[in-house]
C-alpha cells in the first residue's frame, strides 16, 4: 500500500507567482489535512478536507491562499501572488474515517525567491 | 484551546544513554496523544500512541504513557542509538473517534553521539 505522496518536492517560485501543491492519500483514506511547518518550529493546521468538501479552514489564511479535494484526483493547495513568508515545508496528512492518527507525505519545500 | 508543550531541545546523548522527552498537553473532553519522529529531509511517521488514560504506546523501545492527572505523555527510551537522531514530535487529537487536525508541540530535535 502507497503511502502519502505529495509532488512536487521541492518548489521554487519568485514573489508574485502561483504555487500549486499536490497531495495524493493513502488508498482508502478519505479524510486529508494540510499542514505548514516553518523553520525550528512545529506543525501548525491550515486545512482539513474530504472528498469535495472543505471541513475546516480555520488555520489557512484567507487571502491567496486555497484548497481543494476534488471527486477525482489529488488534493490541491494552491498559494497565489506568493510571497517571502510562504517559504516553508507543507505537509499532507490522510487518514481513514473514525481513525484518529494520521499519516504523512514527505512534504513539498516551498522556496520564494 | 487545545495546546501541546514538549521541552526544547536539542538534546545531544551519548550512544547508550537514556532518553526522556517531556510532552504535557491542555484539552478539553479525552484527547488522543501521538509521538511523531522526522529524520532530516522527511516527513513525519508516527512513533506511537495512546487513545486512553493509562494506555502505554510502544514502539522500537520507545514508551510513553498517557497521564491524565498530570496531563502528560513523555517519551523514554532505556538505550538510544546513533541512528535515534530526528526531531521528536509531541501532538494530540481533541477526539478519539473522529476525524479533527492534530495540534503538535513544537518538536525536540535530538543528536545521539557514538
Known amino acids: 500500500n502507497a503511502g502519502v505522496m505529495q509532488n512536487p518536492r521541492h518548489l521554487v517560485r519568485r514573489r508574485g507567482q502561483e504555487a500549486r501543491l499536490r497531495c495524493s492519500p493513502m488508498?482508502?483514506?478519505?479524510?486529508v489535512y494540510w499542514y505548514r511547518q516553518l523553520p525550528e518550529e512545529g506543525l501548525k493546521f491550515m486545512v482539513y478536507?474530504?472528498?469535495?468538501?472543505?471541513?475546516?479552514e480555520s488555520g489557512m489564511p484567507k487571502e491567496r491562499f486555497s484548497a481543494e479535494f476534488p471527486k477525482e484526483g489529488p488534493s490541491i493547495l494552491r498559494i497565489q501572488q506568493v510571497v517571502r513568508g510562504d517559504s516553508a515545508a507543507y505537509f499532507c496528512?490522510?487518514?481513514?474515517?473514525?481513525?484518529?492518527?494520521?499519516?504523512f507525505g514527505p512534504g513539498t519545500r516551498l522556496t520564494v525567491t | 484551546g487545545d495546546s501541546v508543550t514538549q521541552m526544547e531541545g536539542p538534546v545531544t546523548l551519548s550512544e547508550e544513554a537514556f532518553l526522556t522527552i517531556n510532552c504535557t498537553y491542555t484539552?478539553?473532553?479525552?484527547?488522543?496523544l501521538f509521538w511523531y519522529v522526522q529524520y532530516p529531509g522527511e516527513g513525519l511517521q508516527l512513533l506511537l500512541k495512546?487513545?486512553?488514560?493509562?494506555d502505554k504506546g510502544s514502539n522500537k523501545g520507545f514508551e510513553a504513557t498517557y497521564r491524565k492527572e498530570t496531563t502528560s505523555f513523555h517519551l523514554e527510551k532505556g538505550s538510544v542509538q546513533v541512528s535515534d537522531s530526528a526531531v521528536y514530535f509531541c501532538?494530540?487529537?481533541?477526539?478519539?473517534?473522529?476525524?479533527?487536525?492534530?495540534?503538535f508541540g513544537k518538536g525536540t530535535r535530538l543528536s545521539v553521539i557514538a
Open positions: 496528512a490522510s487518514s481513514p474515517t473514525g481513525v484518529a492518527e494520521q499519516y
Open positions: 488508498k482508502g483514506h478519505s479524510h
Open positions: 478536507l474530504q472528498k469535495e468538501n472543505i471541513i475546516d
Open positions: 484539552a478539553t473532553g479525552y484527547p488522543s
Open positions: 495512546a487513545t486512553k488514560a493509562d
Open positions: 501532538a494530540l487529537s481533541g477526539s478519539v473517534s473522529g476525524n479533527t487536525p492534530l495540534v
